[in-house]
């Protein structure tokens, strides 16, 4: 490999995305938002195996990250379905007027 | 010689009736019932023509029953001489039993289902008599137990009777428990629950070592054989179970089931024989209940109460003659007794059949003229009881009673005066139920053949039965015991003298009775009302028993404990579930923030731990 991307810049984007998510996941309102939020951590994660797996040189990390993929996908669906219902059920997408679930 | 069959009619008989009986016609019903029982007792005869003169045991093997390391039962039947005795008196006194109550149950409900339990009771009393180990006896033993209280208990809707059905049930139980532990302990002495094995062991036991092991052993087993065979102390479901229909009381808990308990403690005589101190006991709780329940019969005012505790009196006489070693007059005994003691019962059911229900004799007298054949087959069946010369009685009683002379004299005279107390409580019935006036107020009228039939063949057996040479017959199995003339004429006298005197009593002079009770008022009142023995054991066992039940064990144990301690476990959880539901804000926010505040820690304990290699 003649000029290489030094393997810490590529941990260091993913923590990056990673915190954002994590930002996001707390911080956010909107539903949809959290959602994504959780996606992009998601997707830090696969970064960071995808880097391991080539910095490595083994394949074990980049058929995780295809786990990962097929989980969000189906995470999604799901996901979207709940967020229809509840947007249909209460006209809302804010996660703090969703809140019967009190006590 | 496909000994199986055997005990398989009656048992189809059970199946057919107790499942189809409800919709099935009462002469079909009775067809079954009585046909296989009839076809049992050919098969019987037929077996033992073949095998005469069954001069060793012939046993069969089916299959393996039970086998788990050292333990192997297998479902073995055998006939020997002593079975033959047992087969011939269960299939033909239960066939006549049949018979009768055909005419005795007429008028009853649950017709099918009464005859569904005989056949039942005859089933699992041949598997008794046929088994080859000591398991099978104990199936056919707990057998015959379960269809005397359900035949006990026919009358369910009657308090009294459902209660005398668990009396017996409970009472039997107790007996059941040193029955099993007798078998523990045989198998542990002799690793197998096989007769033949069982005995070749105690016969090549090493003289003084074992014989404590072989008393305990042959103590236990006596414990089951008084619970079955009501002896003292566990005789008291016998009179309460005088509850079921008559022809019950005459075949369950006179001539065949009860005899179970004499019929064990015979076949087990090498055991007893190896263990001089069970011997002693068995002669003389034998000996003890022959007296008690004589005297408790004096006085008796229910016609089936005196023939009840006739039958512990004289089941008392069997195991005296099998303490003192005279198995074979024992077994001689249970013979006899089968045939006069099912008699005694028929008769009394059929006065009872005859009068509507009426039980106590103060509502009889002078019955003679109305009831010929009933009344002179229960004269038959009364002398054959009192022991009068050439009667069955005569020789199996003398039989017994003269062993236990060579035995102990005390024990022989005893036994006398106990035969002079059957003479007279036996006749006292009579005379009561036959002559004089009639006292009641219902209309008898005699019985219908199929009732007097088994009635007049009995009495020929009761009368002509003692010249079968039962001693004899069983010689190759048990020493034969001397004869002793002059002592079997003194108990004759003794039982004529009885008889005497309850016709002075009861005919001759009508007052001396009461009179004689009014002199002798505190005796009189200890055994009218059976030397309180029912209320001493309500007081001693029963009730404290049902008190501790009840505070200890119920209110105590289940209620306070194990209720206690399931409730304390769901009330803590609610409780803690009450708390923690605090954390449930509902606000998905507040969630996330748990979720990411989790995650750290699970991140900083691993980085505590040393991180995942």
Redo the contacts between chains.
Sequence with gaps: MPTSVPISWYLILSAILFGLG?AG???R?N?IT?FMSIELMLNAVNLTFITFSYTLKQIDGQIFSFFVMVVAAAEAAVGLAIILTVFKNRQTLM??D?????? | MNLWLIPIFPLAGFLINGFFGRRMSRTLINLVAVGSVALSFAWVVKTLLGLAPLETKYIEHYFTWIQSGALQIGADFAVDRLTAVMLMVVTGVGLLIHIYSIGYMEHEGGYYRFFAYLNLFMFFMLVLVLAQNYLVLFVGWEGVGLCSYLLIGFYFLEQYATTAGNKAFIVNRIGDFGFSLAMFMIFRQFGSLDFTKVFDGAKSMPSEAGYGTLTVITLLLLVGATGKSAQIPLYVWLPDAMAGPTPVSALIHAATMVTAGVYMTARSAVLFTHAPISMDFVAIIGLATAVVAATIGLAQTDIKKVFAYSTVSQLGYMFLGLGVGAFSAGVFHLMTHAFFKALLFLGAGAVIHGLHGEQDLRQMGGLFKHMRITAITLLCASFAISGFPFTSGFFSKDAILVAAYERAPWMYWVGVITAGMTAFYVFRAWFLAFTGDYRGHAHPHESPLVMTGPLMLLAALSLFGGFIDIPRWLEPMFAEKPENQTLAWVSAGVGVAGILLAYVFYVAKRGLADSFAKAMNGFYTLVLNKYYVDEIYGALVVRPLVAISRVVLWRGLDAGLIDGTVNGVGARARGVGGIL??L??????TY??WV?LGSILVLIAIGFVGGAR
């Design positions: 994590v996941f707390i911080y309102r539903i959290v996660i703090d969703v809140s019967s679930m009190k006590y | 539901r605090l449930q804000s509902g606000n998905i926010r996330a923030a990411v």
